[in-house]
């Protein structure tokens, strides 16, 4: 059995399901969700939920009594062998480990493990695990038809909200400038002068006043917290992406392209994924995106 922690909202928890996917299927075994984390009700932090029951992923149900001590892995991860039946294993840096695959069974994960290389393997594995079980709502059918019409749709994410809003999101995150998304529009005219623009967000007011987008362009913001896959479902839809510094628009992107195939798929990404932090884009990022 794999256990992994889950953290933050959904692109945060399909990063570690992934990674916890691929250790799951390196020694024949199943996963099982913690999210005790979850739950964590402090006004510093953006409040979560568990987002990962809408898709076809195979997760062992867990109890209460499923990650006993869970609190003492991170720091103290000796102890917490000692008084389990898990090894935990703890993300070290924001990038690739190279031993993540030679943890063994019944470890522990703890971390974010936002890499497409921990999942690289048996991508075509996690496609189908990422399909939601339910259909799309009438709205967001008829945004889907508009952009399956669309040739070529061009996705572009812009997240306000918390980062903000909450101080710890803006210390950690920030909102991306209007540069950034004035320079990612101009290098998409530039190659799809064409395109039809599909813009979701939780500012759309802002995106109107700011983006400089006047034709061809469609704003997406009729689903609530609770259907975000929805919105994650229609970015994939799309055969282009400007993303936002999220993990949710990562996964836009890399669920996007006719399920990635696309080898003419315009990807663009920030480069300062965090305030004033230094990542490895290799590590973050297939090698076909473009940064700015």
Known sequence: ???????????????????????????????????????????????REYELSVFNCPI??????????SRLAKHFGW???????????????QQYDANFLAAPDNSYLIGYWQSYRYFEAIKETIRNDFTPKNSLSPKSLAIKKIIDLSSPSVAIHVRRGDYVSLPSAIHF?????????HQAIDMMIKQF????????????????GNLGLENKVNYVDHNGSTDAWQDLILMSACKHHIIANSSFSWWGAWLGGQNGQLSNQLVIYPKNWFKG?????RDRFPLNWQGI
């Open 193 to 208: 002068s064409d395109a039809t623009y599909f813009v979701f967000s939780d500012d759309i007011d802002w995106c109107k």
């Open 60 to 69: 062992v149900t867990s109890s209460r009594d499923s990650f006993p001590f």
């Open 1 to 47: 059995m794999i256990g992994v922690r889950l953290e933050g909202g959904l692109g945060n928890q399909l990063f570690q399901y992934a990674a916890a996917r691929s250790l799951a299927i390196r020694h024949a075994t199943e996963i099982m969700i913690d999210r005790s984390a979850l739950n964590n009700k402090s006004k510093s932090i953006t409040a």
């Open 277 to 281: 932090g230094v990542i490895n884009e």
């Open 79 to 93: 102890l917490f062998g000692l008084l389990t039946s898990w090894t935990a294993f703890v993300e070290k840096e």
């Open 173 to 181: 995150h920030g909102a991306l400038s209007t540069d950034y998304y």
